[in-house]
């Protein structure tokens, strides 16, 4: 992690800047989004929560109360805009953001294109599940509670010790041809991950000063999705 002035072990457990959150971005207003509305109110009270979702009736029912703000478009697009650095993103669609974001942003600058995660990866995380050309690890081989509040030390499913970071083990992956990127999710509240908006940035500058190939990865402690893309400059497109 860069940017942010903590050492390798306070980035285990701290949460980056800014925190506690002041803005957060909620992608979505399905059942996971409107929980995750719902406990992020309950924890940071003082906090401005925004709901992003492209059908105007999901929204409808944060519309009644005065906690939430609401906007209908895209989720992607809409980060595309404008994207503060102290902005809380917490993901909550079916769809892998990050990566998303990171495709159109590079697409302003050069051509990019997605690639399937590569099949040597499966090899090199847990518990590999292939979705199309999307790979997706987790430590876990059952459902996990619905509130889990992700500690660092065990498990709240099993009450054993925790495995590892995922997110860490997503960072070791090593590949001819590919350079690797993990976004890093922090638990906000129980059962609800998100990231700023300004880690978003520094990974995009990652990939965007290198042109080749890429794994891009989003991943908690426990659960993690990769996707490739191969990208070139402007200069170099033409």
Same mark, same amino acid.
């Given at each position: ?5 903590? =050492? ?6 701290? /949460?980056?800047?800014?925190?506690? +959150?002041?803005? @957060? *971005? $909620?992608?979505? #207003? ?39 703000? =609401? ?6 697009? /809409?980060?595309?805009?404008?994207? +503060?650095?102290? @902005? *809380? $993103?917490?993901? #909550? ?146």
């Amino acid at each position: 992690m860069k940017g942010d002035g903590m =050492t390798s072990k306070d980035a285990l457990s701290k /949460f980056p800047k800014p925190y506690p +959150p002041e803005t @957060v *971005w $909620i992608l979505g #207003a399905g059942r996971f989004g409107r929980l995750a509305a719902e406990r992020l109110k309950k924890k940071y009270p003082q906090a401005d929560l925004l709901v992003v979702d492209r059908r105007s009736e999901k929204l409808q029912p944060l519309r009644e109360g005065p906690a939430f703000s =609401t906007h209908v478009g895209e989720a992607v697009p /809409f980060l595309a805009v404008e994207l +503060p650095d102290n @902005v *809380w $993103i917490v993901p #909550a669609i079916p769809v892998h953001v990050a990566f998303q974001w990171i495709l159109l942003e590079l697409g302003r600058r050069g051509r990019v294109s997605g690639l399937p995660t590569p099949d040597e990866v499966d090899a090199l995380v847990p518990n590999p599940l292939r979705r199309g050309g999307t790979l997706y690890a987790s430590y876990a081989t059952f459902i996990c509670p619905d509130a889990c509040s992700e500690p660092e030390e065990i498990c709240t499913h099993t009450g054993g010790p925790r495995r590892g970071n995922l997110f860490e083990c997503l960072g070791r992956i090593v590949l001819p041809g590919y350079h690797t990127v993990v976004v890093r999710s922090w638990q906000l509240a129980p059962g609800v991950g998100g990231y700023p908006g300004w880690l978003l940035k520094e990974a995009l500058e990652e990939i965007a000063s290198s042109p080749g190939q890429h794994l891009v990865a989003t991943s908690c402690r426990c659960h993690g999705v990769i996707d490739g893309l191969s990208w070139m400059r402007g200069a170099l497109a033409e």
